[in-house]
Nanobody, 114 residues
Framework: VRIVESGGGVVQAGGSLRLSCATS????????IGWFRQAPGKEREAVSC????????YYADSVKGRFTISRNNVKTTAYLQMNSLKPEDTAVYYC????????WGQGTQVTVSS
């Protein structure tokens, strides 16, 4: 199993980033995907999830209207489009497939400067 996030970086407030989560080694289409984040000194929190069964999307209140989750089952890749970024979005972002007992990537750092 391999899960690799990319697309993080440093951006000014109001800017955008697109995170990618490239996967291999399992049947990607069988799993709900999710993006989580962890800021320094804080617990990991769910940012967004996308069900593999019915396409229902979940967004944390703090990112609604700004972030968009998507997936490409052919490319076995998940995405998180992040617009109107705020300094409080600064965190390490993790890709997850299959929930808490599923597969995790190593994370990608997102830093939003004010």
């Amino acid at each position: 199993v391999r899960i690799v996030e990319s697309g993080g970086g440093v951006v000014q407030a109001g800017g955008s980033l697109r995170l990618s989560c490239a996967t291999s080694g399992f049947t990607f289409g069988d799993y709900t995907i999710g993006w989580f984040r962890q800021a320094p000194g804080k617990e990991r929190e769910a940012v967004s999830c996308l069900s593999n069964r019915d396409g229902i999307r979940y967004y944390a209140d703090s990112v609604k209207g700004r972030f968009t989750i998507s997936r490409n089952n052919v490319k076995t890749t998940a995405y998180l489009q992040m617009n109107s970024l705020k300094p409080e979005d600064t965190a390490v972002y993790y890709c997850n497939c299959g929930g808490a007992l599923g597969f995790w990537g190593q994370g990608t750092q997102v830093t939003v400067s004010s």
